[in-house]
């Protein structure tokens, strides 16, 4: 299965962007989904995931109350709509999925366990 984020770009402080997890090979309802990101100097952190139950997801410390997570079925992706965007949220964003079905992973994202797919990320720039 390979993952393909897209949905990046750039946007204003305070503005919002949807940002899609495709995958070619399968389909994603049969996995967890997460979603990283990367900012230039800065390790690769966990920000949110949804199990193949669509049941609790995660969120991160610094995606709760601005990021949601959810499944299109009909298109097959998982999106992750970003509101309220800061220029800290400036990062290059990934899909993976989650082999541990979204159980700790905040903890596994630290340790980079339990992962696999990591695909090309998608840009997004928060910027005035």
């Known amino acids: 299965v390979q993952l393909q984020a897209s949905g990046g770009g750039v946007v204003a402080p305070g503005g919002s962007r949807r940002l899609s997890c495709a995958a070619s090979?399968?389909?994603?309802?049969?996995?967890?989904i997460g979603w990283f990101r990367q900012a230039p100097g800065k390790e690769r952190e966990g920000v949110s995931c949804i199990n193949n139950s669509d049941v609790d997801p995660y969120y991160s410390d610094i995606a709760k109350g601005r990021f949601t997570i959810s499944r299109d079925n009909a298109k097959d992706t998982v999106t992750l709509q970003m509101n309220s965007l800061k220029p800290e949220d400036t990062a290059l964003y990934y899909c993976?999925?989650?082999?541990?079905?979204?159980?700790?992973?905040?903890?596994?994202?630290?340790?980079?366990?339990?992962?696999?797919?990591w695909g090309q990320g998608t840009q997004v720039t928060v910027s005035s």
């Open positions: 993976v999925i989650d082999l541990g079905h979204c159980l700790g992973y905040g903890q596994r994202a630290r340790d980079r366990s339990g992962f696999a797919s």
């Open positions: 090979g399968s389909s994603l309802a049969y996995y967890a």
